[in-house]
């Protein structure tokens, strides 16, 4: 199903493009701003304060990273020609970004961290455009380990929280507070059917506000010194294109946290379609390159700005997960809700307000469901003890960056900042095993065909030549024929469909453990070849076609198939193994 189909789902919420009602758009799209607002608003505060900058660019700061990430999240959401990712993607300051930002504005100020951010954002185009390059190393293993550590690197902060209280009244008051909230959103979202569920976490948020508010935690002086409409004084500032030593020696630095943020968007959008279909589908790696182009336009805005860069949040996965309720509305909603509030600094301090203890028991529940799904994301690529054991040392060591348990004592200032997060911490050492594991792997052949007639021939002459090499049995060679044969249709029918012409298809193949893993690179699709065999066992065998029996041979085949689509590229993985008792059915 192609990302810009207009057709309405009314009756199924968990779908992209279902008509939902504007107030539960908005409802759900206030729940995620609860989350996310914090963030946007005490990150850049933390980095500007203690970088000396005064206070009206801070106060700056605060209102452009909230109207970023509302612009931003409404691209995202609607996706614009190929920029954005057509679901739901919140996103805020970088956490990963605080320590090169600081040390931008100390180094030149507004001026130098905009160059910068910039530069970032120009990043985060180039990855975009590249990330089928980076699929064997950003791979599902990878960008899952990461949302599973995301929430080891949240909970430590939200649980040292200072502001609830230090007299015995607002203790009792937050502790109470907070467990309403909890019990409330858990056990509604338990027991609650569609809609129910739904109001869970607004009936917690509101329940444990009120009573927060009954011991005094609801700040109302907040509220009450907020004006009602405003834009904070800002003196325009140019870019520094200058390019001092100070850029040379910074611009490093943020090339590597524009990585790890890239990797951080990657894991959301990949996470983001694991539970907003009611089927189990394969990844649409062209709506993942449309985050990170997404991330990419709200930096470049941001560096603009001349505020700090933009990171993604899990929010909204964690919300469609609890409510089931997964359209792009909603996305929307959300933007327009924080554009309104960057504006509005009295309906800012309205949500702002809401006691901590409250804030930190919903977030709980939300980044318990942020695990759960980076887990959902591994098993559901398939996992075997490489992947397992990458998974494990990535996800421990992760653990014992955050928690303080590795210690860096000797290493540099910059480095010591970005490995005291575990969610950063445990994605390089995800990646770096990743890395290593492919350059072990066995070497590869290939073989580059065009979409004609003779691509068969060819490909039977090359798979025959490395059966000669390699001992290959007869039964074997004529199953990897087949498979040549099928993928080749498939693929060449898809592309006589796009008229596209000149087109060529790369053939690689490599052993793997005890199969051969044959991946095919061509012209993009519309249609996923590995969620066409998964739909098969459904198909009515009476309105079979001729691509659904190609599709049912390949499945009797090959053990495994993976379709990945870029754009501009597809790629098909299928591994066949040396020895395949497999039924007719595909079973």
């Known amino acids: 199903m192609s990302l810009n189909e207009s057709d309405n789902y009314s009756g199924n919420r968990r779908h992209p493009n279902s008509a939902i009602p504007i107030p539960l ?17 005490m990150i850049p505060t ?23 990430s509302g612009i931003t999240a409404i691209l995202q959401a609607q996706r614009i020609g190929r920029f954005g990712a057509g679901y739901i993607l919140a996103v805020g300051p970088s956490i990963a970004a605080i320590a090169v930002s600081i040390a931008a504005l100390a180094a030149g100020g507004p001026a130098l961290l905009a160059t910068l951010v910039v530069c970032y954002a120009l990043i985060q185009v180039l990855f975009s455009t590249h990330l089928s390059v980076l699929r064997r190393i950003l791979t599902p293993t990878v960008t899952g380990t990461v949302l599973m550590l995301t929430p080891i690197t949240i909970m430590p902060i939200l649980f040292n929280q200072s502001n609830i209280g230090t007299s015995d009244s607002p203790l009792v008051g937050a502790g109470l507070s907070a467990l309403v909230t909890m019990v409330l959103i858990v056990g509604i979202t338990l027991i609650g059917k569609n809609r129910t569920r739904f109001w869970g976490p607004v009936i917690g948020i509101v329940v444990g506000t009120i009573v927060g508010g009954m011991f005094g935690l609801y700040d109302v002086d907040r509220v009450a010194a907020a004006s009602w409409i405003g834009i904070p004084k800002f ?42 279909w009611e089927a189990n589908r394969a990844v649409d790696f062209r709506a993942v390159q449309g985050a990170v182009a997404g991330d990419a336009v709200g930096n470049l805005l941001s560096g603009l700005a001349c505020t700090m860069p933009l990171g993604f949040r899990p929010s909204g996965a964690a919300m ?33 307000a809401i006691p901590s203890p409250v804030v930190a028991a919903f977030i709980t529940v939300t980044m ?10 591994i098993i559901q690529d398939g996992i075997d003890y490489r992947k397992g054991l990458i998974v494990g040392i990535s996800f421990w060591l992760g653990v014992g960056f955050q928690t303080q348990a590795i210690f860096l004592d000797q290493a540099p200032e910059f480095v010591r900042a970005l490995l005291q997060n575990g969610m950063l911490a445990g994605g390089i050492v995800a990646v770096a095993l990743t890395m290593f594991l492919e350059l072990t792997k066995s070497r590869r052949h290939r073989l580059e065909v065009g979409f004609d007639d003779s691509a068969l021939r060819e490909m039977r002459d090359f798979l025959g030549a490395l059966a000669l090499r390699k001992n290959w049995n007869t039964e074997l060679v004529e199953r990897l024929n087949a498979v040549c044969e099928e993928i080749w249709l498939t693929l060449h029918r898809k592309e006589a469909l796009g008229k596209k012409v000149g087109r060529r298809l790369l053939l690689t193949t490599y052993n793997e453990d005890r199969a051969i893993v044959l991946e095919f690179v061509s012209s993009k699709g519309e249609e996923n070849i590995q969620d ?32 990945q689509q870029y754009h501009e590229t597809e790629i098909v993985t299928v591994r066949v193994d040396y020895r395949q008792n497999r039924s007719d059915d595909g079973t």
């Not at 318990?368 to 994301?377: L, P």
């Open 25 to 41: 758009s908005f409802g759900v799209a206030a729940q995620i701003a609860c989350l996310v607002l914090p963030g946007i608003v």
């Open 368 to 377: 318990a469901t942020i695990f759960v799904i980076g887990a959902r994301v």
């Open 320 to 352: 469609v997960e609890i409510s089931g309720v997964s359209s792009r509305r909603i996305g929307v909603a959300l933007g327009v809700l924080l554009i309104f509030l960057a504006f509005v600094p009295k309906a800012l301090a309205v949500l702002l």
């Open 532 to 563: 066409r065999i998964a739909l098969l066992g459904e198909a009515n065998a009476a309105a079979m076609v001729e691509q659904d029996i190609s599709l049912r041979l390949l499945r009797h085949l090959a053990s495994s198939v993976r379709h």
């Open 46 to 68: 933390v980095v500007f304060r203690t970088a000396g900058q005064p206070e009206g660019n801070l106060q700056w700061a605060v209102f452009a990273s909230v109207a970023i």
């Open 235 to 276: 003196e325009a500032v140019l870019l520094d294109l200058q390019f001092k030593s100070e850029f040379w020696v910074l611009l490093p630095a943020f090339i590597l946290v524009a990585l790890i943020c890239t990797m951080q968007t990657i894991s959301g959008a990949v996470g983001i379609q694991q539970v907003s």
